[in-house]
């Protein structure tokens, strides 16, 4: 099998010698041609995709979120334009579904509204142009040209971003890099690589993990971290956009404190192909997808140091029912659905509503703020937790 980015790499290590892996992956997920992300090839939700999203399962995801949106538009009383920005929008079927609510429950909202996509992917531009065309008035560039009013949404953004993978060794920091194995005399074999241990390549690196243990992190000798720099990176240029208004991020990880130490001795960091996970991460290189978990208490952190009032971090099972999940189910069985249409429903809903390892509970919401007071802002779990109760789950 033709393996052109494998090659592409093997001959940029030959060249200056092993690289982090959050190179690597960088290389692997955004090359402009042959990257996992950026040639084309990702599909999402159906059966020849590699993974799938909450707007995949259901339309509720979306509508809950349209709630959110009008939330935070009251909060800060009803700009114009309001911005509603997305960073990484995928093929685009979270933002079609928003604005197709929006335009039908909130059309006071939706005249003002521009839709700013954050999108680095020309070929998944071409797909989103497709969806959002009846929207193409809405849309705006993104980043603005002036400081704005609004919400920037990202749902499962972070955790592509390119990580550096820390380990402990003989009291000694050192990081995960990519290597060639050493090749034979046949300049047709295929390239092989492999995992070595260097110091780290940055200092910012031995400052997080310091800053993590001194947060309580337990981080015992072989345990492997990852580093997502690029994090705090985008942060700061969304904070910047932002006059006045929120940064919601839905994405898997949690606290670092239970994110890495002995239980996950080999961090979070994952491949994916036809929605199973590799355990080799540097196997075809572009051809399936690369992720890590969001340390959302390094997120956090990272926001109050930019101005940031942040939320307590909540499930997007929580989220959901604080944001009216539970009603819109209620509703369409309201609304005539007969008893098989409902079950469908709550069928397709249930990965987000029941307790355990759905993405309901795997996936948390970070909601941070400026100038927008949270409190009128949907984010009470005791109204979630009696949402969960009255749906019996």
Request: charged share 25%; glycine share 8%; net charge negative.
């Amino acid at each position: 099998m033709d393996q052109p980015l494998l090659r592409w790499i093997a001959d940029r290590i030959a060249e200056r010698g092993p690289v982090p892996f959050a190179t690597f992956m960088e290389w692997a997920l955004y090359h402009p041609e042959h990257g996992y992300y950026s040639s084309g090839r990702v599909r999402v939700g159906d059966d020849r995709g590699d993974f799938t999203t909450a707007p995949h399962l259901t339309g509720l995801f979306a509508r809950c979120l349209a709630r959110f949106v009008r939330r935070v538009d009251q909060a800060l009383g009803q700009p114009d334009p309001f911005v509603l920005a997305e960073g990484g929008p995928g093929e685009g079927r979270l933002a079609r579904d928003l604005l197709d609510c929006l335009r039908e429950t909130a059309p006071h909202l939706y005249r003002r509204l521009r839709y700013a996509p954050d999108e680095a992917s020309p070929a998944l531009r071409e797909r989103q142009a497709l969806l959002w065309a009846p929207h193409r008035d809405r849309l705006s560039p993104w980043p603005p040209p002036a400081p704005v009013q609004g919400i920037y949404l990202s749902n499962e953004l972070l955790d592509a971003f390119p990580v550096h993978r820390l380990v402990r060794r003989q009291e000694a920091l050192l990081e995960i890099h990519v290597a060639l194995e050493e090749a034979g005399k046949n300049p047709q074999e295929t390239p092989r690589l492999r995992e070595v241990l260097l110091p780290p390549s940055r200092p910012e690196l031995a400052a997080r993990w310091a800053r993590w243990e001194a947060g309580g992190v337990a981080l015992p000798e072989g345990c492997e971290a990852e580093v997502n720099l690029q994090a705090r990176s985008w942060l700061a240029g969304v904070s910047s956009a932002l006059a006045r208004g929120v940064v919601l991020t839905i994405d898997y990880g949690d606290e670092a404190a239970r994110l890495y130490g002995p239980r996950r001795p080999r961090g979070t960091a994952l491949a994916y192909r036809a929605h199973r996970a590799v355990v080799d991460l540097l196997e075809d290189p572009g051809g399936q997808d690369l992720t890590a978990h969001v340390d959302f208490t390094s997120l956090r952190r990272d926001g109050e140091e930019l101005g940031l009032e942040a939320a307590p971090l909540l499930h997007l099972r929580d989220f959901l029912f604080a944001s009216g999940l539970l009603e819109d189910l209620e509703a369409l069985e309201r609304d005539g659905l007969d008893e098989t249409a409902a079950w469908e429903a709550r069928r397709a809903a249930a990965p987000l509503l029941l307790p355990g390892q759905g993405m309901g509970e795997a996936f948390q919401v970070l909601v941070q703020a400026r100038g927008v007071g949270l409190s009128a802002l949907p984010l009470d779990p005791a109204a979630s937790r009696s949402g969960a109760s009255r749906a019996g789950v």
